[in-house]
């Protein structure tokens, strides 16, 4: 069964940093490019960031860039998403899926169910 699981979400005040986590099973990183993605109540889907296969190329959207980091383990099958400097329009659900790659990163068969972001003071 191929399966992401998220974990790391919490409530962080203004200014604080979290650190989340998607373990695979079922199929390895080189397998497929990992993208993030967020969605708050009422809104659009989000996407986030983004890396490739190999681990060699990332990308992030101009809304997290030069705050949000993401990152792989390739032993533990992992992707991270380092955020920090959360603001409150960083709240939302956050999920993982597994894309074929990062130009086409909105076509997955194979996601999440999320980890729960709140920024709030």
């Known amino acids: 069964q191929l399966q992401l699981v998220e974990s790391g979400g919490d409530l962080v005040q203004p200014g604080g940093s979290l650190r989340l986590s998607c373990v695979a099973s079922?199929?390895?990183?080189?397998?497929?490019?990992r993208a993030w993605f967020r969605q708050a109540p009422g809104k659009e889907r989000e996407w986030v960031s983004c890396?490739?296969?190999?681990?060699?190329?990332?990308i992030v959207a101009d809304s997290v860039k030069g705050r949000f980091i993401i990152s792989r383990d390739s032993a533990k099958n992992t992707v991270y998403l380092e955020m920090f400097s959360l603001k409150p329009e960083d709240t939302g659900n956050y999920y993982c899926?597994?894309?074929?790659?990062?130009?086409?990163?909105?076509?997955?068969?194979?996601r999440g169910q999320g980890t729960q972001v709140t920024v709030s003071s």
């Open positions: 899926a597994a894309p074929r790659d990062c130009i086409r990163r909105t076509e997955y068969n194979i």
């Open positions: 079922g199929f390895t990183l080189d397998d497929y490019s």
């Open positions: 890396i490739s296969r190999g681990g060699g190329a990332t």
